[in-house]
């Protein structure tokens, strides 16, 4: 997955128990955001005080300063763990913006990174190693390198679930994105030693032919699951992307590229396949499969819904695999099956081409959803193909973009909001309200039945950073200088009289 735009910025500047499992209940959602997407499933939804009648009475409670900032905060006994771009943590407490403790790694990341909780451990990565930490006092317990060359790194927020950390290599790392040979694998470690208990490579050791040019897979974001012993897992896009001077438009990985742009069932005891369903073969405009997978119950089904960068939104029946329905979100200009006509040898995309979804469009950050709807953040970037090999993203003020509202049961279009601005930071549910940011500093409070806008904050610099929601606060990162002055800070909304 590319983050060219993402990665220029930034080098340019979970309430449950303890032990971590903060699973939806039957009553309805969780009431804190103690992992990274708020409970086992990814939802983004969790229980507050905040809803259309109260929501315009919140007001900035404190800031603390922050680098740049792609994560989505979490919140454990009233504790705010924050990761920034260069991997650092700091315990910030959530009542007064108090700092307790930081922990610094100074690694820059390519994001989106970010950190989980479990049996009282902070769990996390650096782009070279994962970590577990005391969330009491930051003093690090362990750590564990699974890379096996310079190519490939790590910059996701681990997955936490019954004593086991889930985390995945990528093949990219900030100096360097796609180099020939790299592979994504997701290792399943224990919580208390972080020795590995299985691993599962993303994609094949021959890497479709040419392992010395190709490279491909791995996850971006934790994993979902289902509470009887499964893992669900969207795997990233192959490389190289759009193809070589000798090889354009993938040539040097002849066929799909499997498990690349899939989403894959696993045993979570031992890591084997249950099934796997890729989505789009032989991607050529590095249109990942990327985000997180949601798990739900809708139409009588158990759901397992996925999105990416094509700008579509899948759901797979997660017993069978079977896809039960599929919804284009987004700017699609004709280049929706340019990888198939590539794969089959035919024309299809030309160097001067604009493409949209382009390398930043689609959904490139995380959906939400509640009992019945699924919120899809999308962003409206195009990107130029300039050479072979090369693509790039147009100027950042060309993103607009939209919050799209599926039914979770059918993915019918319930609503469609237009954004000013690129929406990178995700969705978030709570009550009646879905949280975003965009990219010009702006958060928004949508009302989650028509999607109009219920109460807007401007934050003191630009935000790709999704927003946490604990009890009556709400918060959210600005950090992306868009302009000379501004300061980068972490900011808590919180609701007043």
């Given at each position: 997955m590319c983050r060219g735009r993402l990665v220029a910025l930034c080098l340019a500047l979970a309430m449950v128990a303890g032990c971590g499992g903060a699973e939806r209940g039957e009553d309805?959602?969780?009431a804190g955001w103690q992992l990274p997407n708020a409970d086992l499933v990814n939802s983004r939804h969790v229980a507050s005080e905040i809803d259309r009648r109260s929501v315009g009475r919140l007001r900035v409670a404190w800031t603390v300063p922050i680098g740049s900032f792609s994560a989505t905060p979490i919140v454990v006994d009233g504790v705010v763990f924050a990761q920034d771009m260069s991997s650092n943590v700091?315990?910030?407490?959530?009542e007064s913006g108090r700092v307790r403790w930081t922990r610094r790694y100074d690694l820059l990341t390519i994001g989106p990174n970010g950190l989980t909780f479990g049996d009282g451990r902070i769990y996390g990565a650096t782009t070279l190693f994962a970590f577990a930490l005391d969330a009491s006092?930051?003093?690090e317990l362990w750590r564990m390198d699974p890379l096996r060359s310079a190519t490939e790194g790590i910059d996701m927020a681990p997955g936490y679930h019954d004593g086991t950390v889930f985390v995945s290599t990528v093949p990219s790392r900030p100096e360097v994105q796609y180099g020939g040979g790299a592979r994504g694998v997701l290792w399943a470690l224990d919580g208390k030693t972080g020795r590995p208990r299985w691993r599962w490579a993303t994609v094949p050791s021959g890497l479709w032919g040419d392992a010395e040019a190709?490279?491909?897979g791995g996850l971006w974001h934790p994993p979902s699951f289902d509470g009887d012993g499964h893992v669900f897992a969207s795997v990233a896009n192959p490389g190289p992307l759009p193809g070589t001077e000798r090889h354009p438009w993938g040539g040097s990985r002849p066929g799909p590229n499997r498990w690349t742009n899939s989403i894959v069932k696993l045993d979570e005891r031992t890591g084997e396949l249950v099934w796997a369903r890729q989505v789009l073969p032989h991607d050529i405009?590095?249109?990942?499969?990327q985000c997180p997978v949601l798990l739900t119950s809708a139409g009588g089904r158990d759901l397992a819904i996925a999105a990416g960068k094509m700008g579509f939104v899948y759901a797979f029946d997660a017993d069978s695999g079977t896809l039960r329905w599929k919804r284009s979100v987004?700017?699609?200009?004709?280049?929706?099956?340019d990888n198939l006509k590539a794969m089959r040898g035919e024309d299809g995309v030309r160097v001067g081409d604009k493409i949209l979804p382009g390398l930043l469009g689609g959904v490139q950050t995380q959906m939400a959803m509640d009992d019945a709807t699924i919120y899809v953040p999308v962003n409206d970037l195009p990107s130029a193909i300039v050479s072979k090999t090369t693509m790039v993203v147009r100027e950042s003020t060309d993103g607009a973009g939209q919050m799209v509202a599926l039914d979770a049961a059918t993915g019918r279009v319930r609503w469609d909001r237009t954004l000013p601005d690129s929406p990178y930071g995700a969705a978030a549910v709570t009550n009646d309200l879905v949280f975003t940011t965009t990219y010009d500093g702006t958060l928004w409070a949508f009302d989650t039945r028509n999607g109009e806008t219920a109460w807007r904050a401007r934050l003191p610099a630009g935000s790709i950073a999704p927003v946490a929601i604990a009890g009556d606060t709400v918060i959210a990162a600005a950090g992306v200088v868009l302009r000379p002055g501004q300061p980068t800070q972490l900011v808590a909304y919180r609701l007043g009289e």
């Open positions: 309805g959602p969780v700091s315990a910030i407490e959530l006092t930051g003093r190709n490279s491909g405009f590095d249109w990942d499969l987004g700017v699609h200009n004709g280049h929706d099956d």
